[in-house]
């Protein structure tokens, strides 16, 4: 496997978990999307709205158009509807970010200011690209934990099951 198809891949997966956990937050009332869980970014709606932030922010690095945001907890859309509107433009601007990546550009070096913590690190591209998805996984395991804590069921969220998988 060529990593053009990894990352390939892990776009598609990024695609369809947004759409199955937006669709199952969909039909919560929005305070229960809202309710404080003690957990990091406080709640359902924090947790969707730290993964469009820290996507906008490496997206915007992949492509030299900084994505500015004060706080890695800012809230972006207060608004579920627009949130949701949002990460799909999001998964499909990632999704062509992905569709332009080569084997050459994976390997070339790339420079980022962290915002966590102020400093400046250089690593290959490819590193950079897979912790996006990486942070993706992370923060969506969480948020199915909040989910079925909630009562609602999220299905099936193995990557083997990924519909259309070659």
């Known amino acids: 496997m060529q990593s053009t198809d990894y990352f390939s891949t892990m776009?598609?997966?990024?695609?369809?978990?947004?759409?199955?956990?937006?669709?199952v937050c969909s039909a919560m009332p929005d305070e229960t999307r809202r309710q404080i869980s003690g957990t990091p970014f406080q709640s359902m709606h924090g947790v969707l709205n730290h993964l469009l932030l820290t996507d906008r922010v490496w997206l915007g690095r992949f492509q030299n158009c900084p994505f500015l945001a004060s706080s890695l907890d800012q809230e972006l859309y207060a608004d579920f509807d627009e949130l949701k509107t949002e990460r799909e433009q999001t998964d499909a601007e990632i999704t062509g970010w992905v569709a332009g990546l080569t084997e050459e550009s994976l390997a070339t070096p790339f420079t980022f200011m962290a915002m966590s913590t102020p400093a400046e690190y250089t690593m290959p591209l490819w590193v950079a690209a897979l912790h996006l998805f990486?942070?993706?996984?992370?923060h969506r395991g969480q948020l199915t934990t909040l989910i079925e804590q909630a009562g609602f069921d999220c299905g099936v969220t193995d990557l083997p099951r990924l519909p259309d998988l070659e």
């Open 134 to 138: 990486n942070h993706q996984t992370h």
């Open 11 to 23: 776009a598609r997966y990024n695609k369809w978990m947004n759409q199955k956990l937006y669709a």
